[in-house]
């Protein structure tokens, strides 16, 4: 097929241009075919040609000499009627031998037109069986452009068959709702309840419907395991949140006293783990989870709760309280060095 197309270009305004290839490759067909034929071509019959046979045998004289009437009329009468009696049988013998050379002449020209049309008929033949050779190449070709043509259409029509699957998936994502946490606002005033807005907004192009937000809030050490409460947690149920529209869930989280020691120093982290299921053309969920240190809490701007985030904030942790407490160390190691 590469190779046909490589024969016949396709010019823009559909002309056809054969290339040298394809010259090439038509010429070295006629030379085949023009071989086949004088390879399968007879050689001619050899006719024979009875005008030899017929001038050779007027020269014959049934009887012979003595049948000569000169001689018959000088012989005596019962002589002369013995010898016409065998010159007459002499000359219908020789009449019966002329009409059956007729009739073997007859037949050997019939004979000869016969293999003159046998030879015509062959020359026919290897003619026809060239031609053949170059219609069977001509359909060879016909059937691997047809394929090659039948491919490229194939190869069309699933190119437009992808470009427009890609555009259902295209109009698909464009045409649903997508709901995301716009912002978490936590109001920490001290209390054992940490009070907090998370404001989900719908970026998408329709309206989200049967809108559901589970969230789990709570303090837990940097090294702390997640909880997995959002699970089970009912959430709140808006019927519909429109296109540029948010929906605001309230939620809190319970600081023991205990905790809060730990929080203003930094070894604490308030976790923040929402879930989202909506309707659209069909259902989707969504799930955020953050966390937030006591410098974040009052820009209302959380980290992103990734293992990586969190390793890093660790680490920071870890290097913040061990200087706090080496500096601690040092000020009280300085504090008894100092006289009563």
Same mark, same amino acid.
């Given at each position: 097929?590469?190779?046909?197309?490589?024969?016949?270009?396709?010019?823009?305004?559909?002309?056809?241009?054969?290339?040298?290839? %394809?010259?090439?490759?038509?010429?070295?067909?006629?030379?085949?075919?023009?071989?086949?034929?004088?390879?399968?071509?007879?050689?001619?019959?050899?006719?024979?040609?009875?005008?030899?046979?017929?001038? &050779?045998?007027? *020269?014959?004289?049934?009887?012979?000499?003595?049948?000569?009437?000169?001689?018959?009329?000088?012989?005596?009468?019962?002589?002369?009627?013995?010898?016409?009696?065998?010159?007459?049988?002499?000359?219908?013998?020789?009449?019966?031998? =002329?009409?059956?050379?007729?009739?073997?002449?007859?037949?050997?020209?019939?004979?000869?037109?016969?293999?003159?049309?046998?030879? *015509?008929?062959?020359?026919?033949?290897?003619?026809?069986?060239?031609?053949?050779?170059?219609?069977?190449?001509?359909?060879? %070709?016909?059937?691997?452009?047809?394929?090659?043509?039948?491919?490229?259409?194939?190869?069309?029509?699933?190119?437009?068959?992808?470009?427009?699957?890609?555009?259902?998936?295209?109009?698909?994502?464009?045409?649903?709702?997508?709901?995301?946490?716009?912002?978490?606002?936590?109001?920490?005033?001290?209390?054992?309840?940490?009070?907090?807005?998370?404001?989900?907004?719908?970026?998408?192009?329709?309206?989200?419907? *049967?809108?559901?937000?589970?969230?789990?809030?709570? %303090?837990?050490?940097?090294?702390?395991?997640?909880?997995?409460?959002?699970?089970?947690?009912?959430?709140?149920?808006?019927?519909?949140?429109? #296109?540029?529209?948010?929906?605001?869930?309230?939620? #809190?989280?319970?600081?023991?006293?205990? *905790?809060?020691?730990?929080?203003?120093? &930094?070894?604490?982290?308030?976790?923040?783990?929402?879930?989202?299921?909506?309707?659209?053309?069909?259902?989707?969920?969504? =799930?955020?989870?953050? %966390?937030?240190?006591?410098?974040?809490?009052?820009?209302?701007?959380?980290?992103?709760?990734?293992?990586?985030?969190?390793?890093? #904030?660790?680490?920071?942790?870890?290097?913040?309280?061990?200087?706090?407490?080496?500096?601690?160390?040092?000020?009280?190691?300085?504090?008894?060095?100092?006289?009563?």
């Amino acid at each position: 097929m590469d190779s046909l197309a490589c024969w016949v270009n396709i010019a823009p305004m559909g002309r056809v241009s054969l290339s040298l290839r %394809f010259v090439l490759a038509a010429v070295l067909l006629l030379e085949l075919a023009a071989l086949l034929y004088l390879y399968l071509i007879p050689s001619p019959p050899s006719l024979s040609n009875g005008d030899v046979q017929n001038a &050779g045998y007027s *020269q014959y004289r049934p009887g012979g000499t003595s049948c000569d009437p000169a001689r018959l009329g000088a012989l005596k009468d019962g002589q002369a009627l013995v010898e016409r009696d065998r010159c007459q049988q002499a000359a219908e013998d020789d009449r019966l031998k =002329r009409d059956n050379l007729v009739q073997q002449t007859r037949s050997a020209n019939a004979a000869d037109a016969i293999a003159y049309l046998t030879y *015509q008929q062959s020359l026919m033949m290897a003619a026809e069986t060239a031609i053949g050779f170059l219609t069977f190449i001509a359909a060879v %070709f016909a059937v691997l452009y047809a394929r090659s043509a039948s491919f490229e259409a194939r190869r069309g029509a699933n190119a437009d068959e992808g470009q427009l699957r890609e555009a259902a998936k295209v109009s698909a994502a464009e045409l649903r709702p997508y709901v995301f946490v716009d912002l978490v606002e936590v109001d920490d005033d001290g209390s054992a309840i940490v009070p907090m807005r998370i404001v989900l907004k719908n970026f998408g192009k329709i309206p989200a419907r *049967q809108l559901n937000v589970k969230r789990d809030c709570y %303090f837990a050490e940097t090294t702390d395991d997640l909880r997995s409460q959002v699970l089970s947690d009912p959430g709140v149920d808006f019927p519909v949140c429109a #296109h540029g529209y948010d929906r605001t869930a309230n939620a #809190h989280a319970i600081m023991r006293p205990h *905790q809060r020691e730990a929080w203003d120093s &930094g070894r604490l982290v308030m976790i923040i783990r929402v879930r989202i299921r909506y309707r659209g053309m069909r259902n989707y969920a969504e =799930r955020f989870d953050y %966390f937030h240190t006591i410098q974040t809490i009052k820009k209302s701007r959380p980290y992103v709760l990734t293992p990586g985030l969190r390793e890093k #904030h660790e680490r920071h942790t870890a290097d913040l309280v061990e200087m706090m407490e080496a500096a601690r160390a040092e000020w009280e190691t300085e504090q008894r060095s100092k006289p009563a």
